[in-house]
Antibody, heavy 119, light 109 residues
Framework: EVHLVESGGGVVQPGGSLGLSCTAS????????LHWVRQPPGRGLEWVAR????????FYSASAKGRFTISRDNIKSSLYLQMNSLTIDDAALYYC????????????WGQGILVTVSS | QSVLTQPPSVSAAPGQKATISCSGT???????VCWYQQFPGSAPKLLIY???KRPSGIPDRFSGAKSDTSATLAITGLQTGDEAEYFC???????????FGGGTRLTVL
């Protein structure tokens, strides 16, 4: 069974940086594109970034572009999100998610990791 | 303001059918649409992918359909356990971004 486990969340001051990790098991990690999706408390889902299976094609949401960096290590079966210049609007539960092989959905999600931005 | 538009809430009686709409543009709905179910305190769960396919373990009470710039999730034989938030999603080729609907709260009453 596929398992995705996020780590690295916590409290950070506005303007600060934080790095998230997502460790995967139960899948052939290099075969799948991966995403970060976030959800502010009590609100809907907001897509953050996508990295292709080989790590070469990367896309960001408008709010993440220029501040966040998604990357992956196919040897360590790990996905990363480096977040810089954080604002209170970045406070959310951050999920890593695996893309279904056809690209038509995100079929496995981690349990989420909380990022709090507060002074 | 979400790129994909969903009604904030939908309600229906147990045993009946509920439909949740998701409207957008050809740039997003024209690609594969997916649907997610989310209970409070839990991660989203994929219900429908590739417009109308169900992952293993998803009952056939859940179905997806699409027409032009609108997609629909239908849930038949409603159960109280179906009360949850439902989100649609799709890749938007104009934005080069994955987009979600704002979510629909389903109440079974």
């Amino acid at each position: 069974e596929v398992h995705l486990v996020e780590s690295g969340g916590g409290v950070v001051q506005p303007g600060g940086s934080l790095g998230l990790s997502c460790t995967a098991s139960g899948l052939i990690f290099p075969d799948y594109a991966l995403h970060w999706v976030r959800q502010p408390p009590g609100r809907g889902l907001e897509w953050v970034a996508r990295v292709s299976a080989d790590g070469l094609d990367i896309f960001y949401s408008a709010s993440a572009k220029g501040r966040f960096t998604i990357s992956r290590d196919n040897i360590k079966s790990s996905l990363y999100l480096q977040m810089n210049s954080l604002t209170i609007d970045d406070a959310a539960l951050y999920y890593c998610a695996k893309e279904e092989i056809s690209g038509g959905g995100l079929d496995f999600w981690g349990q989420g990791i909380l990022v709090t931005v507060s002074s | 303001q979400s790129v994909l538009t969903q009604p904030p809430s939908v309600s229906a009686a147990p045993g009946q059918k509920a439909t949740i709409s998701c409207s957008g543009t050809i740039s997003n709905i024209g690609n594969y649409v997916c649907w997610y179910q989310q209970f409070p305190g839990s991660a989203p769960k994929l219900l429908i992918y590739d417009d109308n396919k169900r992952p293993s373990g998803i009952p056939d009470r859940f179905s997806g359909a699409k027409s032009d710039t609108s997609a629909t999730l239908a849930i038949t034989g409603l159960q109280t356990g179906d009360e949850a938030e439902y989100f649609c999603g799709a890749w938007d080729t104009s934005l080069s971004a994955w987009v979600f609907g704002g979510g629909t709260r389903l109440t079974v009453l």
